[in-house]
């Protein structure tokens, strides 16, 4: 049925990202995405599992991602990343510089930046001990 | 990913295809790392055929180039292209790195 929700629920580790990969490409090819929006949308899972490993399970505290996604109409995805680590919001982040030259870049610091960049309503919340991340994701005009 | 490595005059070019992710990144920036080991100063990395780069992978561009630039050389990228590029325009890396529309012109340097 067309906007059912589809979940998956991994170990929270980096060896756990190509399965969730594979798994909202199957979302994808149900929503009909161009190609160039499913990199976009690999892209954000990858930005916001890595910041899932480092900031709410570090020093190798092991703890469940879950993963839903649903396909509201052709040419769209919503999705969800929940997680029950540290409490975690990374649209706290602050802003990176992007004026400053190479030798003053810092290395690392723009996943958020590209989420809030690819992401449409991007929103978080913490709920009965979750970190729950929720975004969409459109080729329609 | 794959990298393959080709040398045009004094210049090494490292062709990167497929992905750049959380888990390749790393073997990206050994590949660098073992050519400034043998004292390359400049790479120039074709990208023609990356479908893939995620912030990890940005971090990878960064550090060798900063690396490469305290050498007195540099990284220069070429053909770009699908979400790489629009990863680099985001970021306005495409404003830190020389970029190229070609491999030849990025061996030039003009």
């Known amino acids: 049925m067309p906007g059912t929700p589809q979940s998956l629920t991994l170990t929270a580790k980096p060896e756990s990202l190509g399965p969730v990969t594979e798994f909202i490409r199957k979302g994808a090819r149900e929503a009909n995405l161009p190609e160039l929006h499913v990199r976009q949308l690999e892209l954000l899972i990858e930005e916001i599992l890595v910041n899932i490993w480092r900031y709410a399970y570090p020093a190798g505290a092991s703890g469940t991602v879950m993963v839903t996604y649903s396909v509201p109409r052709p040419g769209e995805m919503d999705l969800e990343v929940g997680d029950h680590g540290m409490e975690f919001d990374p649209l706290t982040a602050a802003p990176p510089d992007l004026t400053l030259d190479l030798s003053r870049r810092p290395v690392g610091g723009l996943g958020v930046h590209l989420l809030r960049s690819f992401a449409r309503s991007l929103n978080y919340r913490r709920q009965q001990g979750w970190n729950r991340l929720s975004f969409g994701i459109s080729a329609n005009p | 990913m794959t990298i393959d ?30 050519c400034i080991a043998e004292g390359i100063t400049s790479l120039v990395i074709d990208l023609a055929d990356l479908s893939y780069v995620s912030s990890m992978g940005l971090r990878s561009f960064v550090a060798i180039a900063q690396k490469l630039k305290s050498k007195g050389g540099e990284l220069r990228i070429c053909r770009l292209t699908g979400l790489a590029r629009q990863v680099f325009e985001i970021t306005r890396l495409n404003q830190v790195f020389p970029l190229y529309d070609s491999v030849e012109s990025a061996v030039i340097g003009s």
């Not at chain 2, 070019?13 to 073992?34: I, K, P, T």
């Open chain 2, 5 to 34: 490595r080709s040398q045009i005059g004094d210049k090494v070019v490292l062709h990167v295809a497929g992905r750049m992710d959380a888990e390749s990144a790393a073997y990206f920036e050994a590949q660098c790392e073992s």
